[in-house]
């Protein structure tokens, strides 16, 4: 099992920067890959941002340029720096880890944390 506490969410203006942290704890291996999803009222669940073990980074087209995804292994922690942001931004935004295994991926989320932009 792995344990996901999200922090750094809030109220902002639009234009401006939030900074969220995700501390993993529990069965943490060295080839996780972990992610930043969002889920907007109405909406399906979408991937931000995800980065792997070896560092590979991908971005959804609606954040490049504005968010930028790191991880400190030697803290297991997760990070999503939001600059620029715009009210369609506005969302909960849940942490993941994805452990693989033969045959097999285990995901585990993050309780949530909520991300209001205003205009």
């Known amino acids: 099992q792995v344990q996901l506490v999200e922090s750094g969410g809030g109220l902002v203006q639009a234009g401006g920067s939030l900074r969220l942290s995700c501390a993993a704890s529990?069965?943490?291996?060295?080839?996780?890959?972990m992610a930043w999803y969002r889920q907007a009222p109405g909406k399906q669940r979408e991937l931000v941002a995800s980065?792997?073990?070896?560092?590979?980074?991908n971005y959804a087209d609606s954040v490049k340029g504005r968010f930028t995804i790191s991880r400190d292994n030697a803290k297991n922690t997760l990070y999503l720096q939001m600059n620029s942001l715009k009210p369609e931004d506005t969302a909960v935004y849940y942490c993941?880890?994805?452990?693989?295994?033969?045959?097999?991926?285990?995901?585990?989320w993050g309780q949530g944390t909520q991300v209001t932009v205003s205009s």
């Open positions: 993941n880890h994805r452990n693989f295994r033969f045959m097999g991926v285990d995901d585990y």
């Open positions: 529990g069965s943490i291996r060295s080839s996780s890959a």
């Open positions: 980065i792997s073990s070896g560092g590979n980074i």
